[in-house]
């Protein structure tokens, strides 16, 4: 059974760094795509940084690159995302999804990931 549990999540200043850990179990992270979504209140969910089978790359979403960065550790089977430089519009949920067949073109569409955890809440103050 694929779980999928994120932490690391809480309440920072505007300016100040969070680091965001997915620990996965029932999938390997080195073979599947591993993605950090975010959902704000009353906004749609958004790709924020992944790794990707397809390509065997990384990319960001727009509003992550230069501040974020995802690594992978394959021992520990954990995805983390580091944020630095964070601001007020970067609070949301935090989403961590998986996908074996995750393709190119549906790469930041959240409906392209099966796997999901529950999330962890990010708040940032100004």
């Known amino acids: 059974q694929v779980q999928l549990v994120e932490s690391g999540g809480g309440l920072v200043q505007a300016g100040g760094s969070l680091r965001l850990s997915c620990a996965a179990s029932g999938l390997s992270v080195r073979t599947y795509s591993v993605a950090w979504f975010r959902q704000a209140p009353e906004k749609e969910r958004e790709f924020v940084a992944g790794?990707?089978?397809?390509?065997?790359?990384?990319a960001y979403g727009d509003s992550a690159k230069g501040r974020f960065t995802i690594s992978r550790d394959n021992a520990e089977n954990t995805v983390s995302l580091q944020m630095h430089s964070l601001k007020p519009a970067d609070t949301a949920v935090y989403f961590c999804a998986a996908g074996q067949s995750v393709i190119l073109s549906t790469r930041k569409n959240p409906s392209a990931y099966p796997h999901w955890g529950r999330g962890t809440q990010v708040t940032v103050s100004s």
């Open positions: 790794f990707f089978r397809s390509g065997g790359n990384t």
